[in-house]
């Protein structure tokens, strides 16, 4: 059987696609919950603040904090990402390896 | 022997998208292009660039290869990191609920000891697998804070109060949360 490039690299896009568009919610919400954290993190802080029952020297040291919380995200988020491209990367080669196998004379 | 395949989904540069009816072309790194309609896709490879996916695929094949980006998920390092996370948090669970006369540094100065003994086996065991370079900040990251919390909490002259807790318990969540989170995307 003869082995068609474009049709085998369409069946590979279309595998990435499919896994990517699977992932895409875990990302979605990885993203949100470190978003949702942050905001209710931010409203304890201040509301604290303002209420007086934290210092200005306690509250400047947890704004400092904030930069390495962020970072974690980031890399957090980051690791995720990499994952679902690595789980579209194997659909891929999955596709791949199939059409190879099929186009090979038995 | 397994050689590191960066496929398609990382091309590391832009490729350029051209819509066949009258929608604008552009440039967009390729992960992002995965999610683009696929109206946009077709001429987006050209010949040569066919030729050297396939001749790496090729290569792929026939040396074992796997395309890892990733360490491969742990269950008992997630474990783990669970159950530090929860007697990290359990410190200042105990010390909201005690009295201020009971919230000296040195009544909990063994806890400590244990929890960074464990963070620091816990980074230990990052540090030994492979594709940790995402993994190793964000458990630096975890060390500082726990370490600057702690120093916080023995230097203070008086007792903690109960705001400083609260704060200290929020960011102590929130600190353990992006690695349990990464490692979980592993499964």
């Known amino acids: 059987m003869q082995f068609d490039v474009n049709e ?8 990435m696609q499919k896994q990517f568009s699977k992932d895409w919610p875990l990302i979605k919400s990885a993203a949100h919950q470190f978003l949702q954290a942050r905001i209710l993190r931010l409203a304890l802080l201040a509301e604290l603040r303002l209420t007086g029952q934290l210092s200005s020297a306690f509250f400047a040291e947890r704004m400092k904090d904030e930069q390495l919380l962020l970072q974690s995200e980031l890399h957090a988020i980051t690791i995720v990402t990499l994952a679902a491209a690595q789980r579209a990367a194997r659909a891929a080669l999955q596709v791949f390896t199939r059409a190879v196998n099929k186009a090979l004379p038995i | 022997m397994l050689i590191q395949f960066i496929p398609i989904a990382i091309y590391p540069l832009p490729i350029t998208f051209h819509h066949p009816h009258s929608l604008p072309s552009f440039s967009v790194f390729s992960p992002i292009a995965l999610l683009l309609p696929p109206a946009y896709l077709p001429r987006s490879y050209s010949t040569t660039m066919k030729r050297i996916i396939l001749v790496l695929l090729f290569g792929c094949l026939f040396s074992s290869c796997s395309v ?10 997630y474990q783990k990191i669970v159950t530090t996370a929860a007697r990290n948090d359990r410190i200042y669970i105990d010390l909201l609920q005690a009295d201020t006369t009971h919230r000296a540094f040195s009544q909990y100065a063994k806890r400590y000891a244990g929890i960074e003994t464990s963070i620091q086996s ?9 594709n940790n370079s995402a993994f190793l900040p964000i458990l630096e990251n975890i060390q500082t804070l726990f370490l600057k919390f702690k120093t916080e909490h023995k230097q203070h002259t008086s007792a903690l109060t109960q705001a400083e807790i609260k704060v200290y318990q929020t960011y102590t969540r929130d600190y353990w949360k992006p690695l349990l989170i990464a490692e979980n995307a592993l499964r």
């Open chain 2, 68 to 77: 890892t980006l990733v360490p491969e998920y742990n269950a008992s390092l």
């Open chain 1, 8 to 15: 085998t690299l369409a069946g590979m896009m279309g595998a």
């Open chain 2, 122 to 130: 816990i980074y230990l065991q990052y540090q030994a697998r492979a």
